[in-house]
Nanobody, 118 residues
Framework: QVQLVESGGGLVQAGGSLRLSCAAS????????MGWYRQAPGKQREMVAA???????DYRDSVKGRFTISRDNAKSTVYLQMNSLKPEDTAVYYC????????????WGQGTQVTVSS
């Protein structure tokens, strides 16, 4: 079992910045892909940003140029730097650790609320 603990959410005005962190409880962090997802009320959970073990990244179009995902394998932590925040970024943000090769893993954090006021 892997525990993912997110932090860094909060209330910010439009145009502001937040940095989310997600710390994993086990050393498998370095062999897993990491991702940030979000879910707004009444909407499906969507991928925001992802980073593979090799460092390649993927972002949803609406956050490109504003959000940056990074990871520190020594600290088993993944970050999401969010700049130029917009009210439509308001959601609960979840951290995901996934490994599709054996041994397979798929774990989620508890979520952290991000609210952007206009």
């Amino acid at each position: 079992q892997v525990q993912l603990v997110e932090s860094g959410g909060g209330l910010v005005q439009a145009g502001g910045s937040l940095r989310l962190s997600c710390a994993a409880s086990r050393s498998i962090f370095s062999i897993a892909d990491m991702g940030w997802y979000r879910q707004a009320p009444g909407k499906q959970r969507e991928m925001v940003a992802a980073m593979s073990t090799s460092g390649s990244t993927d972002y949803r179009d609406s956050v490109k140029g504003r959000f940056t995902i990074s990871r520190d394998n020594a600290k088993s932590t993944v970050y999401l730097q969010m700049n130029s925040l917009k009210p439509e970024d308001t959601a609960v943000y979840y951290c995901n650790l996934k490994r599709t090769a054996w041994p397979k893993y798929d774990f989620w954090g508890q979520g952290t609320q991000v609210t952007v006021s206009s």
